[in-house]
């Protein structure tokens, strides 16, 4: 059954050296997590697979895309260290979820129009109809 719910969500580009919830852009890697900046480039690594050109983050929300897959901060990892430290996104592809259908449509939860996910995670629509 298709879905169809009102996008809520406000995507934007990530230009260089910006940071938005967590999704920091330097030149052809997007980064994932809290950290100062020393512990960034340092010890961070750069999410796998992401087309930094079609790379987008929907505000206030945790939701990214790109044109092969969705992104959400599934697990993450804090480290402190002498010098600085940090958390970074350890667990970050949403599988499943069509990137080109994906909407975000409020109070943490999204759909590609087939499936409903909440946080990031994949749910049963019977609880969007409890809300």
Known sequence: MKHNYVEKGNWVRLYEGETIDGYTR???SIYGGY?????LHAYMRALKGVDTKSFKV???????????RVYYPLKIVCEDAEDGGGCYFEEYIIEKANPVSFKYIGNRYATDGEKLFYEGREVD???????
Do not use: E, F, I
């Open 26 to 28: 330097l030149g052809d």
């Open 35 to 39: 950290a100062d900046s020393v512990y």
């Open 58 to 68: 929907c505000k206030n929300t945790g939701y990214a895309k790109d044109v092969q």
């Open 125 to 131: 629509w019977s609880l969007l109809k409890q809300k």
